[in-house]
């Protein structure tokens, strides 16, 4: 897990020297890192879960709210069921391509209190990503 982590880290620290954003490539290829460590701890959510998912399909069962959870706070857009808005301002700004940025601020803005007061984590990453579904034109999750 350490090592992943490492590997994401030094993706993230390396992406803003190549240039401002990244490729989709990229953006799938850190996504891509995140979902495989994130997979094999929900055994329930097989890949077509976990495509639906990316695709915006967002269940509402505690396996699929977990899984959510777990990749949101790898993408550190969520630390212990609380929105970290500055924090995901930054991957948007590290990780994304150019042409998905206005639609991802303005959705971070319109969604950001989406979960306060959601006490469960699984629960408040779910109204999260639901919220980002709904705000954000161009969705993308790992």
């Keep these: 897990m350490q090592y992943l982590q490492l590997i994401i880290g ?5 992406l803003p020297f190549c240039r401002p954003g990244a490729t989709e490539d990229q953006m799938w290829a850190a996504g891509k890192l995140m979902r495989d460590v994130c997979l094999p701890k929900f ?3 097989t890949t077509e879960i976990a495509d639906g998912i990316q695709k915006g399909i967002l269940p509402d069962d505690k396996d699929a709210k977990c899984y959510i959870n777990c990749v949101m706070e ?5 630390k212990k069921g609380k929105f970290m808005v500055e924090s995901t301002l930054k991957q948007v700004e590290l990780l994304m ?3 998905y940025k206005a ?5 971070i803005s319109e969604c950001k209190d989406a979960a306060v007061g959601i006490k469960n984590n699984c629960d408040a990453a779910h109204a999260q990503l639901t919220c980002f579904r ?3 034109e161009i969705f993308v999750f790992p």
């Design 10 to 14: 030094s993706l993230l620290v390396s």
């Design 43 to 45: 055994p329930k959510i």
């Design 74 to 78: 790898m993408m550190q857009t969520m």
């Design 97 to 99: 391509p150019e042409s």
């Design 103 to 107: 639609s991802y601020r303005k959705g």
């Design 134 to 136: 709904s705000k954000i």
